[in-house]
């Protein structure tokens, strides 16, 4: 039963824009290198060289210049559209400059999303259904709260008000379902940490590919370094390196290369952890907002 009981995975949605742009790398209908300009021409942002400059792979790697979690607010209740909400990030401003930092930002994997929508004709949320959950036998899983009425065994979320722990209403995040619309179960999630793990290949497909194993090292090849500072060196002592790759922040811990991410949705945070050389895949999936599931992810690395 609870290895089927559905959960926001929040941005553990981001890997699946990654791999759905890596199809289409594959397939020769797009490169990575591609100007977000050559497929979103009304694409705009805080400097027209930035503007000109972007790439696909800078969507997915957060070092637009956009500041953590900056513009939020433009999908979050507003009841913008997802084009709506990129057409409105040219009025935010910089944090540091382009390329040349980590601004941890949901607006460019929106942009990523509709980047594939341009690409393909088709929405995210139908070809996330179509190319990701049908191959792998992802039964259970949704990319929109809109769906859940037509689902049982769905956990509910929850929040830390006044010393109480206490229900809350799911809350509909299409707008952003790129970067973290999927609602998913554990029984799910591991059939796509299997693909992942497979480097791309379908457990159980007959060598059937959701992509290539070179997409697979390109999404897990870091793209945007980070520092290991003092304080982080302290609290993970095996830690050399870290870094953001294409969907997959990116470490090495106790001697393994370790590609992971976490999701904070309302009410419900989510970890995902994979060690290749191990072959093992961690998916931790609560419906409260503690930092638990980091911790459980470390506690059986």
Request: aromatic share 12%.
């Amino acid at each position: 039963v609870y290895k089927r009981q559905l959960y926001a995975i929040a941005s553990n949605s981001k890997a699946f824009t990654a791999a759905a742009l890596a199809q289409q790398v594959d397939a020769g209908r797009l490169a990575w290198d591609d100007r977000v300009l050559d497929h979103l021409p009304w694409f705009r942002l805080y400097d027209d060289y930035v503007t000109q400059e972007m790439r696909i792979r800078d969507l997915l790697s957060h070092r637009s210049g956009l500041g953590t979690y900056s513009g939020d607010l433009l999908w979050y209740g507003t009841g913008y559209t997802a084009e709506e909400v990129v057409r409105r990030a040219r009025h935010l401003p910089p944090a540091y400059a382009f390329r040349d930092g980590y601004g941890y930002t949901n607006l460019m994997f929106i942009a990523a999303g509709e980047v594939l929508r341009a690409v393909t004709g088709r929405d995210w949320h139908d070809y996330v259904e179509d190319e990701f959950f049908a191959p792998l036998g992802m039964t259970r899983s949704v990319t929109s709260t809109a769906d859940l009425p037509e689902r049982d065994n769905v956990a509910t979320p929850h929040k830390y008000v006044a010393g109480e722990t206490i229900p809350i209403e799911w809350y509909n995040w299409d707008a952003m379902g790129a970067a973290g619309g999927i609602i998913s179960s554990v029984h799910d999630m591991a059939r796509w940490l299997e693909a992942q793990l497979a480097r791309g290949e379908v457990p159980g497909g007959g060598g059937e590919r959701l992509f290539s194993e070179a997409r697979q090292v390109e999404m897990w090849t870091v793209l945007n370094p980070r520092a290991v500072t003092p304080g982080y060196k302290r609290q993970y002592p095996s830690t050399n390196f870290r870094g953001y790759g294409m969907g997959w922040a990116l470490n090495d811990y106790l001697g393994r290369m370790v590609a992971s991410h976490g999701g904070g949705y309302d009410g419900m945070y989510s970890q995902v952890a994979l060690v290749p050389e191990e072959g093992l895949g961690i998916v931790v999936l609560t419906n409260g907002m503690t930092g638990v599931a980091p911790a459980l992810v470390y506690r059986i690395l």
